[in-house]
């Protein structure tokens, strides 16, 4: 593994890159200091999973930088789009990848660390982590995965957010769909195509736990109450209890 810069020094050459794009309006603004803090957040939440996870000094501290490196695509994807939805704007991870190149971030690097955080960039964001012959690719892309689960739960907690800040329609009556119900008790990760409200996408993020890689990770998450959190911003319905002790179980069960 190359020899790590001051993780002060690249942090703050991402500052500077994220100041560097001009804010029209408080839209754009509002969503940079969205996107800004996940990333210092997801930056800690590396550091701890890390930390419990018996990663040494070196291999924490890499593992931090990947988190800053990790959303930096989001910045030019929204000033492009106006959106956070890969679906309908380009791949952030993609983006990231370019950015880090074209910001000169990576010239410390030698080529196995360099594919190291390029590829756990790239691996952050997709539906289910491939099968990975390197065994440093796949423990920082599961990191990575985790840590940014860990905020997106935070978020989830406490706001309505979708592909943008902007609240969504929550209302105060739910009905669960089938499909949603089914993957939950089956243990699978809700599809974002069955999504259709702010609670359909509550509980496709909780689903989100059964691809969770290190115990540490489902620790933390029960340390913090995300799934009480989330589940109490959703309004009663039958199924509320039973999908709690769900996720607890499963928790329980791997920790």
């Given at each position: 593994m190359a020899d790590l810069p001051p993780f002060?020094?690249?942090?703050?050459?991402?500052?500077?890159?994220?100041?560097?794009?001009?804010?029209?309006?408080?839209?754009?603004?509002?969503?940079?200091?969205?996107?800004?803090?996940?990333t210092l957040r997801v930056v800690q939440n590396s550091k701890i999973i890390a930390s419990r996870s018996g990663f040494s000094n070196k291999e924490t501290e890499l593992a931090m930088i990947i988190a800053l490196f990790h959303d930096i695509g989001r910045f030019e994807q929204f000033i492009k789009y106006r959106t956070f939805n890969d679906d309908v704007a380009e791949n952030h991870a993609q983006i990231a990848a370019r950015v880090l190149h074209q910001q000169a971030l990576l010239t410390w690097c030698d080529a196995k660390t360099e594919a190291v955080i390029l590829r756990s960039i790239?691996?952050?964001?997709?539906?289910?982590?491939?099968?990975?012959?390197d065994p440093s690719v796949s423990r920082f892309s599961s990191l990575l995965r985790d840590a940014d689960k860990l905020d997106i739960w935070k978020i989830t907690?406490?706001?309505?957010?979708?592909?943008?800040?902007?609240?969504?329609?929550?209302?105060?009556?739910y009905l669960i769909p089938d499909n949603i119900l089914k993957c939950i008790r089956e243990g699978q990760i809700v599809l974002l195509q069955y999504a259709k409200s702010m609670n359909d996408f509550r509980l496709l993020r909780l689903s989100w736990l059964v691809d969770i890689n290190f115990p540490a990770s489902l620790s933390i998450l029960e340390e913090w109450g995300y799934i009480q959190k989330i589940l109490a911003r959703m309004p009663d319905f039958p199924e509320k209890e039973e999908i709690s002790g769900i996720f607890h179980s499963y928790c329980r069960n791997r920790i």
């Open positions: 002060s020094r690249l942090k703050n050459a991402v500052l500077h890159y994220i100041k560097s794009f001009p804010v029209p309006n408080n839209e754009v603004r509002d969503h940079f200091l969205v996107k800004k803090a996940h790239e691996n952050h964001n997709v539906f289910k982590l491939p099968e990975i012959s907690s406490e706001q309505n957010i979708g592909f943008t800040i902007h609240d969504e329609d929550d209302p105060d009556h």
